[in-house]
């Protein structure tokens, strides 16, 4: 409530205001002031509790993005050290053949007949056109990965197994494998 003078007013009447009056209206006014500066006070620190809300709950959900981002970027890395081995290896192979056939064919020493040097030759050559088409299917792959550019089409199964089963011929020799093809491809 705002401060009220109870007193018996002065020979001057009513509309005189003495210096009681001054410091009463004053402190009417401060008071209102006050009044005005706490309503806002308590606006703005509401609206301060809104936004650090508002701002918490943010932060929480970036930080869930993050960590599920985090999440995908090292399940992708797994996948690609996994895949990194498996080119490393299906690269190897060929690639050890190819030493292999023209450390034997650039030999001196040995004494090749014309049927062997061919076989040789022949091997050299579809190991070189298979690790062509292993590099081919890898730059296809990155090309898809940056243009998300996926054309899909059949596969012929049985031409892929065949050609596995060719590069496993010397094993299944020596550990006397006999490998067949059942049934419609």
């Keep these: 409530t705002s401060l009220q003078l109870n007193r018996k007013r002065s020979n001057q009447g009513a509309g005189y205001d003495d210096e009681l009056d001054h410091v009463a209206n004053a402190i009417n006014r401060m008071q209102e002031t006050l009044k005005s500066d706490l309503a806002t006070r308590l606006k703005i620190e509401q609206e301060l509790r809104l936004y650090q809300e508002n701002l918490e709950q ?13 999440a995908l970027l090292e399940a992708q890395n797994l996948e690609l050290d996994a895949y990194a081995r498996s080119v ?43 690790m062509s088409s292993i590099i081919d299917a890898l730059l296809l792959l990155a090309s ?42």
């Design 88 to 130: 490393a290896h299906d690269l190897k192979n060929p690639l050890t053949v190819l030493i292999g056939m023209s450390t034997l064919l650039s030999s001196t020493t040995l004494h090749l007949s014309p049927d062997q040097r061919a076989n040789s030759l022949t091997a050299l050559h579809k190991t070189a056109t298979k």
């Design 144 to 185: 898809v990965r940056k243009s998300g550019d996926i054309h899909v089409k059949t596969l012929d199964m049985k031409k892929i197994a065949t050609e596995a089963c060719e590069r496993l011929t010397d094993l299944a020799i020596r550990n006397d494998v006999s490998i067949s093809f059942v049934g419609d491809w």
């Design 58 to 70: 943010l932060v929480q959900q970036r930080t869930l993005d993050l960590a599920e981002k985090t």
